[in-house]
């Protein structure tokens, strides 16, 4: 069974930091991958899929890496700002069934002025 | 474009009471998703459809029951609701396969 993790948990940092959110998954045999980003009390909003058959995705200031035989993923933000404030999420999606993706429980991001 | 959308957007409910979700989506998507977060566990998949008409249980399906008569709208429903059941649920669509997924904001509910 696939599991998933995220570390740190939370993540307070000044605003301009250049912040690296990990995932780690358990079965590297993933099909693809997504990012997702959730507010407080909103639902969440898809940042970043990366196929597995890719290295990295970028966008903005955001950039997703893939390591399929670590297990692992890194999401990049770029010179962070207060607006990045928010929930971020990894989500693998299993090989064996692509109709579902696992999620991981999250790293909660604090950036300050 | 709404997206997705999700009604009611909060509720209260006594133990033993029935109530239904409504999930509705104007991208002409064929996958639609139901979620259950909780602290500490993430979000889980509750049951999930591949097209109208299709429905298929996901990691926590005991307690719940869903339709989808039509394309655009996924129904979730709890006929007894009980305590366990207060979550925040999260309704998803997709066009395709593994692809990228788009969420309502949630309905909060409460069972007491």
């Known amino acids: 069974k696939q599991e998933v993790t995220q570390i740190p948990a939370a993540l307070s940092v000044p605003e301009g930091e250049n912040l690296v959110l990990n995932c780690s998954f358990t079965?590297?045999?993933?099909?693809?991958l997504q990012w997702f980003r959730q507010d407080p009390g909103k639902g969440l909003t898809s940042l970043l899929l990366?196929?597995?058959?890719?290295r990295e995705q970028t966008s903005g200031r955001l950039n997703a890496s893939l390591d399929k035989s670590s297990g692992r993923s890194t999401l990049y933000i770029a010179a962070s700002q207060p607006g990045d404030s928010a929930t971020y999420l990894c989500a693998p999606v299993p090989p064996y069934n692509t109709d579902k993706l696992i999620f991981g429980t999250g790293t909660r991001l604090q950036v300050f002025p | 474009n709404a997206g997705v959308t999700q009604t009611p957007k909060f509720r209260v409910l006594k133990t033993g009471q029935s109530m239904t979700l409504l999930c509705a989506q104007d991208?002409?998507?064929?996958?639609m998703y139901w979620y259950r977060q909780d602290p500490g566990m993430g979000l889980r998949l509750i049951h999930y459809?591949?097209?109208?008409?299709?429905?298929a249980k996901g990691e926590v399906p005991d307690g719940y029951n869903v339709s989808r008569l039509k394309k655009q709208n996924f129904l979730l429903g709890l006929e007894s609701a009980a305590p366990s059941q207060t979550s925040v649920y999260f309704c998803?669509?997709?066009?395709?396969?593994?692809?990228?997924?788009?969420f309502g904001a949630g309905t909060r509910l409460s069972v007491l």
């Open positions: 459809s591949v097209g109208e008409g299709t429905t």
């Open positions: 991208m002409n998507h064929e996958y």
């Open positions: 990366i196929q597995s058959s890719q």
């Open positions: 998803a669509s997709t066009p395709g396969r593994a692809d990228i997924q788009y």
């Open positions: 079965d590297s045999a993933i099909y693809n």
